[in-house]
């Protein structure tokens, strides 16, 4: 089992740059692939990005693509997520998962969930 804690949420505005963290504990993390999700208010959580073990191999939601860049540390034990040009429209709790399947942008996937951290984007 492993243990997810984002952090690095916050309220900016639109266009503006934010970067997230997840810190893994427990399970080896480089052998879990890693994804990042995202709730807004009365809507189903959709995937953001997904990044294999090694970090070699990276999937976005269109919704992103361009914006969006996921990354992990296996050394630290920590998935990134940098957003640019944000959007009124990003504005969600994000969370991060993992997975020890092949990395993948299907929330099915995914075994592990951190408790979310609330990015509010204003325009």
């Known amino acids: 089992q492993v243990q997810l804690v984002e952090s690095g949420g916050g309220l900016v505005q639109a266009g503006e740059s934010l970067e997230l963290s997840c810190a893994a504990s427990?399970?080896?993390?480089?052998?879990?692939?890693m994804g990042w999700f995202r709730q807004a208010p009365g809507k189903e959580r959709e995937s953001v990005a997904a990044v294999s073990r090694a970090g070699g191999n990276t999937l976005y939601a269109d919704s992103v693509k361009g914006r969006f860049i996921i990354s992990r540390n296996n050394a630290k034990n920590t998935l990134y997520l940098q957003m640019r040009s944000l959007k009124p429209e990003d504005t969600a709790v994000y969370y991060c998962?993992?997975?020890?399947?092949?990395?993948?942008?299907?929330?099915?996937?995914?075994?592990?969930w951190g408790q979310g951290t609330q990015v509010t984007v204003s325009s």
């Open positions: 998962a993992a997975s020890r399947l092949r990395y993948s942008l299907n929330k099915s996937a995914y075994a592990s």
């Open positions: 427990g399970r080896a993390f480089s052998s879990l692939a």
